[in-house]
């Protein structure tokens, strides 16, 4: 019994660890094409990586592997999306 609950925890970890971070720009900006409300986003996305708020005005930042993609909302409105920077390759 121990061991199938290790294999289940270890298994459950290994899907986890894999869903994270694993999409690069590109496929995190197909998933919101057409996107134009907050709540859908985040259905959509998940929760940002990193988000900031001014006044009516917030940026979600989401990291992909190859660099992040940002999104600014105003309101509760997706107004654009930001595609920059890029993550040096690990060896």
Known sequence: ???LLATLALGL???LGACSGQL???EITAK?????AK???EK?????????????IETWTYKAT???VTFLITGDTVRLD???GSRPEKN
Do not use: Y
């Open 1 to 3: 019994m121990r061991r």
């Open 13 to 15: 970890v290994l899907a």
């Open 24 to 26: 690069t720009k590109q």
């Open 32 to 36: 919101a094409a057409g996107i134009t």
């Open 39 to 41: 709540a859908d986003l």
């Open 44 to 56: 959509k996305l998940g929760k940002p990586t990193s988000f900031n708020k001014i006044g009516p």
């Open 66 to 68: 190859d660099g992040d």
């Open 82 to 84: 930001i595609a920059g």
